[in-house]
């Protein structure tokens, strides 16, 4: 099946550094989700990615969907205490009953320190 | 903005017992799902909801899990014989379509003792 790797699985940054998390699929995707997790929450949408090669930002933070389609990128530039959190990729997949399911990466773990 | 609520929170349960988790999705949804996190995991995928019947289920979803919408609003996970491994994180989620985002709820933390 689909598998959705994500790298690194941990980052620690010093605030106002730069931060990026790499995402990668097994098999193309007809799109991308980006989800944030704070410690203790639950999975926030971010942003959705549809087309080859496209960018989207959301005031610090950048994202980036692949030419083929089986990788994603996100850039936060200069981060923030409040950024701290686990940033999901999820490549939704049709099921035939209707709907999708995503199929989640890794995740990778950001804190952040002053 | 719109939410979706789980109750309750945190669950605390004996091994061979049964639990049901409970969640109200956004009304004007279409789509309904259960997803669990284990502690420190990544997010997997459960079941989906479409149309008062299961439209897919992963392979964790055995004879074990069951799922209801029972009167228009609430969407229910139940599992009839709990074990340790059940321990998790369960989510609740919905959504307008596949090129829309997922709306997760709070989550409710089951503990298997």
Redesign the interface.
Known sequence: GQQVMQIPQYQHVQEGEDFTTYCNSSTTLSNIQWYKQRPGGHPVFLIQLVKSGEVKKQKRLTFQFGEAKKNSSLHITATQTTDVGTYFCAGPVWVTGGGNKLTFGTGTQLKVEL | EPEVTQTPSHQVTQMGQEVILRCVPISNH??F?W?RQILGQ????LV?F??N????K?EIFDDQFSVERPDGSNFTLKIRSTKLEDSAMY?CAS?T???????????TRLTVV
């Not at chain 2, 990544?42 to 995928?45: H, I, L, P, R």
């Open positions: 279409l789509y799902y997803y990544k997010v997997e995928f989906s479409y149309n019947e299961i439209s897919e992963s989510f959504s379509g596949f090129y829309y985002g997922y709306t997760f709820g709070s989550g």
